[in-house]
T-cell receptor
Framework: AQTVTQSQPEMSVQEAETVTLSCTYDTSENNYYLFWYKQPPSRQMILVIRQEAYKQQNATENRFSVNFQKAAKSFSLKISDSQLGDTAMYFCAVRGGATNKLIFGTGTLLAVQP | EAGVAQSPRYKIIEKRQSVAFWCNPISGHATLYWYQQILGQGPKLLIQFQNNGVVDDSQLPKDRFSAERLKGVDSTLKIQPAKLEDSAVYLC???????????????FGPGTRLTVT
């Protein structure tokens, strides 16, 4: 079974500052993928960044980057130069196994303050 | 490119009534997913289709929930009869064929918010 744990229900950051969202996971799969999704009030899930477990290099997408610690099963998201539009729920997810289904964490509500 | 379409966006019903949700995936996406997202939780997969065949329905409450994907394109999720605990957002997603080892992105629709009173 695969599980994802997000221990920060809510976080707040000032505009233009940097914030890190935590995520730990558990999986018995050797080949799996990790994702961060953003869900604004519109409810549409938007992919922020993904990481292939077999790659050692941390993924980056513009202001978003991850710190992937495979041995510790940790996958944190760093948002640099936070913007008001980054305010949303952020979900960490793992994908792997025979059916490749996504398993989500419970989410972190991020509020960017002006 | 058009995204995943869902309707309705909102639905309010009384318990024991029936309800249906519709999803139209991105053109060419063979794999379709239905998720249930209860308030304060992450989405949970209910059922996954590959074309018109079911790949995974292990978490679908089959006594009251049913889903079909005729012709491998549009899909309908039905609840009959609804219970109070079915109040949630129902998300549809689609992707290119989901095979073991691939990392094809799932694209999500806007969801349907169901309230059961």
């Amino acid at each position: 079974a695969q599980t994802v744990t997000q221990s920060q229900p809510e976080m707040s950051v000032q505009e233009a500052e940097t914030v890190t969202l935590s995520c730990t996971y558990d999986t018995s799969e050797n080949n799996y993928y990790l994702f961060w999704y953003k869900q604004p009030p519109s409810r549409q899930m938007i992919l922020v960044i993904r990481q292939e477990a077999y790659k050692q290099q941390n993924a980056t997408e513009n202001r978003f980057s991850v710190n992937f610690q495979k041995a510790a099963k940790s996958f944190s998201l760093k948002i640099s130069d936070s913007q008001l539009g980054d305010t949303a729920m952020y979900f960490c997810a793992v994908r792997g196994g025979a059916t490749n289904k996504l398993i989500f964490g419970t989410g972190t509500l991020l509020a960017v303050q002006p | 490119e058009a995204g995943v379409a869902q309707s309705p966006r909102y639905k309010i019903i009384e318990k024991r009534q029936s309800v249906a949700f519709w999803c139209n995936p991105i053109s060419g996406h063979a794999t379709l997913y239905w998720y249930q997202q209860i308030l304060g939780q992450g989405p949970k997969l209910l059922i996954q289709f590959q074309n018109n065949g079911v790949v995974d329905d292990s978490q679908l409450p089959k006594d009251r929930f049913s889903a079909e994907r005729l012709k491998g394109v549009d899909s309908t999720l039905k609840i009959q009869p609804a219970k109070l605990e079915d109040s949630a957002v129902y998300l549809c997603a689609s992707s290119l064929p989901s095979l073991r080892g691939d990392s094809y992105e799932q694209y999500f629709g806007p969801g349907t918010r169901l309230t059961v009173t």
